[in-house]
């Protein structure tokens, strides 16, 4: 007699590419002093990991927005 489990890892996996997500995000974060180098290697890694689109608005000293 022959025996077939199936288990769903689909969760797991997810959990996994998130996790990674974090991970490399993180490495950005401590590699540069530059905020819009390190801003754009974040959206790097974002799009298409886990988005299909990401912005960067910052408020500059006037208040206004300004898209990175």
Do not use: H, W, Y
């Not at 025996?3 to 797991?12: G, N, P």
């Not at 995000?25 to 530059?34: I, P, T, Y």
């Not at 801003?39 to 689109?53: E, K, R, Y």
């Amino acid at each position: 007699m022959c025996r077939t489990a199936l288990v769903d890892i689909s969760s797991l996996k997810q959990s996994e590419v998130k996790l990674q997500f974090l991970a490399d995000v993180g490495e950005a974060l401590a590699g540069s002093l530059d905020f819009r180098a390190t801003l754009s290697t974040v959206v790097q890694l974002a799009v298409p990991g886990i988005a299909d689109l990401c912005a960067v608005d910052l408020v500059d000293a006037e208040g206004r927005l300004e898209r990175l």
